[in-house]
């Protein structure tokens, strides 16, 4: 079983920055992929940025491309996302999850979800 708790949400004015954070626990998989999801209710779920473990190279939305950064603390299990020069656009449900490698993420594991809302 692997858990995953998410923290560090909460509201902003626009252009601001939250970094979230992801605590991982239960796994002993290198081949795994761990990232940041976000959904608006009404909307599709949409990837936002991913770590690969085991070759250290990551993945970013364009929406996130040069304002978000994903980060991994191993000796903590965390991992993080820093989101910079926030727009209302942003505000969401963010959610860590895990799984392994080449498989869907539907397959893997989920947090609970954290709210991040911008305001203009």
């Known amino acids: 079983q692997v858990d995953l708790v998410e923290s560090g949400g909460g509201s902003v004015e626009e252009g601001g920055s939250l970094r979230l954070s992801c605590t991982a626990s239960g796994y002993g998989d290198n081949n795994i992929c761990i990232g940041w999801y976000r959904q608006v209710p009404g909307k599709e779920r949409e990837g936002v940025a991913a770590f690969r473990t085991g070759f250290g190279d990551t993945f970013y939305a364009d929406s996130a491309l040069g304002r978000f950064t994903i980060s991994r603390d191993n000796a903590k299990n965390t991992l993080y996302l820093q989101m910079n020069s926030l727009t209302p656009e942003d505000t969401a449900t963010f959610y860590c999850?895990?799984?392994?490698?080449?498989?869907?993420?539907?397959?893997?594991?989920w947090g609970q979800g954290i709210q991040v809302t911008i305001s203009s």
């Open positions: 999850a895990a799984a392994t490698c080449g498989r869907t993420w539907d397959s893997g594991y």
